[in-house]
């Protein structure tokens, strides 16, 4: 069975600073994807970065960039230069051959002043 | 980018009667929709996998008598929740996979059984 597990439920980080969330995932297929949601309070989900397995290169966008260890299993996202509006929770999530999300519980994060 | 619709994006029905959720793709052909059910600050759980033209696929322990799915179309999945009680009352959320193998969201539907 998959698993993507988030072990930090809260995260702080100040406005303009960096701030990494970690995701480590479980599977046994070789072809899958990554991807790392936002949902903030409207509780809209919104795709913020999205890794192919087979590809080695790092995905970005933007102020957004992944560390995709295929070897550990782990996923962490990276935002740069924070700004207010990135103040949500964000969650990792796996899908494989059988094309379902499994999502990670979650890293609720603020951005503070 | 693709969109997906969701509708109502808030319902509050009384106990016993049914509701029914509507999750449209507005600009592509979904094959295959999936229905989330999330509580208060917590994940999104999968209820299940909706498929055009066949019966959903159902996670375990999500009751199938009770959470109906149809999905008659390439664009349009419905959720029923049947016989509602106030434990069903969840926020439900829809996705569809698009053409570039991503997955977008409906906004979501507040359900509060009374």
């Keep these: 069975a998959q698993t993507v597990t988030q072990s930090q439920p809260e995260m702080s980080v100040q406005e303009a600073e960096t701030v990494t969330l970690s995701c480590t995932y479980d599977t046994s297929e070789s072809n899958y994807y990554l991807f790392w949601y936002k949902q903030p309070p409207s509780r809209q989900m919104i795709l913020v970065i999205r890794q192919e397995a087979y590809k080695q290169q790092n995905a970005t966008e933007n102020r957004f960039s992944v560390n995709f260890q295929k070897a550990a299993k782990s996923f962490s996202l990276k935002i740069s230069d924070s700004q207010l509006g990135d103040t949500a929770m964000y969650f990792c999530a796996h899908t494989g051959t059988a094309s379902k999300l499994t999502f990670g519980t979650g890293t609720r994060l603020q951005v503070t002043l | ?114």
């Design chain 2, 1 to 114: 980018g693709a969109v997906v619709s969701q509708h109502p994006s808030r319902v509050i029905c009384k106990s016993g009667t049914s509701v029914k959720i509507e999750c449209r793709s507005l600009d592509f052909q979904a094959t295959t929709m999936f229905w989330y059910r999330q509580f208060p600050k917590q994940s999104l759980m999968l209820m299940a996998t909706s498929n055009e033209g066949s019966k959903a696929t159902y996670e375990q322990g999500v009751e199938k008598d009770k959470f109906l799915i149809n999905h008659a179309s390439l664009t349009l999945s419905t959720l029923t929740v049947t016989s509602a009680h106030p434990e069903d009352s969840s926020f439900y959320i829809c996705s569809a996979r698009d053409h570039n193998y991503g997955y977008t969201f409906g906004s979501g539907t507040r359900l509060t059984v009374v």
